[in-house]
């Protein structure tokens, strides 16, 4: 989905964000609060990555991990923690991005 579109936690009906769901009438203000606070929250931390303030930038970063734990996310972390020197955990989430897990064989 592009990010002009969403898709309602309720009924799952997809649809251009709104107040509420076309189909189910669920109210989604509190879900285009969160998205954002988080499209703000990656805004800043992109901005302090450009300006060399990778500490404030990690602390940002852990604030969308909270708000939306996905893998562009945790690259954002990864990259976040490699720049304030943390190597293991910016290993420890770059390992969470490439083990994906796998289809189960068909019996």
Known sequence: MDPETMRCPTCRAAQVWSDTCRRC???LRLLRDAANGYAALRRNCLSNLRHNR?????????????LRNDDDTRRLLA???LLNGNWVSA???ATRLLAKPTAAPET
Request: net charge neutral; proline share 0%; charged share 25%.
């Open 25 to 27: 009438k669920c109210d």
């Open 54 to 66: 990778t500490h404030s930038a990690l602390e940002l970063a852990r604030q969308c991990c909270a």
């Open 79 to 81: 990259v976040c923690e």
């Open 91 to 93: 290993r420890c989430h």
